[in-house]
């Protein structure tokens, strides 16, 4: 079944560590894209690619970094420069081909720093 | 005002009744979302819309493009669809996501 992995659903680490979230798609999907949720808040735009080896910030990149060497990968690093990485994180894919559209949602990544 | 407006923000309800969770939004799309976030959870799709109405088991999500409107209804609520419902428009300018803050829905038995 094709789909969008993320991978651990739960990771803490210690304050002053960069952590990696790993996305991984097999739908064949262009575009990737990494979302962030706050509690009471809607998701916002962290980083998003529309191809690889190209990827561009969205609202609230600070402090986070991404690559997309493969097609199918679509890594984020929390670093230490992030004032508050605890957080959910999504990971999202995304395919348009004329007036077709498809839209894939991982199932988050819950992160934990203390 | 936010792009994407959703209404009511929290939901208290008895076992067995109809519920119904509202979208706003103000810019044109190409799709709408539906999805379901339990509490200390995941996130899981549950409809993509660009018109009328979709139905599955309990479920039934209608969206008006001329209003720009969408529903989101619940059959025989249970106490398992207790959930944060979250509502994201693709827009039609960039083809990104515009969220909704979400709807946190209990259902008590």
């Known amino acids: 079944d094709g789909g969008i992995t993320q991978s651990p659903k739960y990771l803490f680490r210690k304050e002053g560590q960069n952590v990696t979230l790993s996305c991984e798609q097999n739908?064949?999907?262009?575009?990737m894209y990494w979302y962030r949720q706050d509690p009471g808040q809607g998701l916002r735009l962290i980083y998003y690619?529309?191809?690889?080896?190209?990827?561009q910030k969205g609202d609230i990149a600070e402090g986070y970094s991404v690559s997309r060497e493969k097609k199918e990968s679509f890594p984020l690093t929390v670093t230490s420069a992030q004032k508050n990485p605890t957080a959910f994180y999504l990971c999202?894919?995304?395919?348009?081909?004329?007036?077709?559209?498809?839209?894939?949602f991982g199932p988050g990544t819950r992160l934990t720093v203390t | 005002k936010n792009e994407v407006e959703q209404s009511p923000q929290n939901l208290t309800a008895q076992e067995g009744e109809f519920i119904t969770i509202n979208c706003s939004y103000s810019?044109?799309?190409?799709?709408l979302h539906w999805l379901q976030q339990h509490p200390g959870g995941g996130i899981v799709s549950l409809f993509m819309?660009?018109?009328?109405?979709k139905k599955h088991g309990r479920l039934i999500a209608t969206i008006n493009i001329q209003e720009k409107h969408s529903s989101l209804h619940i059959t025989a609520s249970h106490p398992r669809d207790s959930a944060v419902y979250i509502c994201a428009v693709c827009s039609r300018l960039n083809y990104q996501l515009i969220w909704g803050a979400g709807t946190k829905l209990i259902i008590k038995p």
């Open positions: 690619s529309q191809i690889v080896n190209d990827f």
């Open positions: 819309l660009s018109s009328g109405k």
């Open positions: 739908l064949n999907h262009d575009a």
């Open positions: 999202a894919s995304s395919a348009r081909t004329g007036d077709n559209y498809e839209q894939y």
């Open positions: 810019v044109g799309i190409s799709a």
